[in-house]
Nanobody
Framework: QVQLVESGGGLVQPGGSLRLSCAAS????????MYWVRQAPGKGLEWVSV???????FYAKSVKGRVTISRDNAKNTLYLQMNDLKPEDTAQYYC??????????WGQGTQVTVSS
């Protein structure tokens, strides 16, 4: 049974940083592309970043230069380091597994709120 459990969200002031984690289980983590997506209040899902199995990382224009995705295949864990956070980054952040630009499973999410 696929399980993705996000953690690390919280309330942070503008300009602050957070590191999100996603603990994965129930599948061969290293064989899947791993994604971060988010949903702001009243808005649709937005892709944030992806870490393909073959290496390389990709970021949405809205976060590029401020966030870094990483993965530890030995620990079955995905990370998202977020710096210089802005109020518009406020959203529920989800970790998802999948393949070549498609998602198959995701977690329950962790809330990130950026406010002074």
């Amino acid at each position: 049974q696929v399980q993705l459990v996000e953690s690390g969200g919280g309330l942070v002031q503008p300009g602050g940083s957070l590191r999100l984690s996603c603990a994965a289980s129930g599948f061969t983590f290293s064989s899947y592309w791993m994604y971060w997506v988010r949903q702001a209040p009243g808005k649709g899902l937005e892709w944030v970043s992806v870490f393909p199995t073959g290496g390389g990382t990709f970021y949405a224009k809205s976060v590029k230069g401020r966030v870094t995705i990483s993965r530890d295949n030995a620990k079955n864990t995905l990370y998202l380091q977020m710096n210089d956070l802005k109020p518009e980054d406020t959203a529920q952040y989800y970790c998802a597994s999948g393949g070549n630009w498609y998602l198959t499973s995701w977690g329950q999410g962790t809330q990130v709120t950026v406010s002074s």
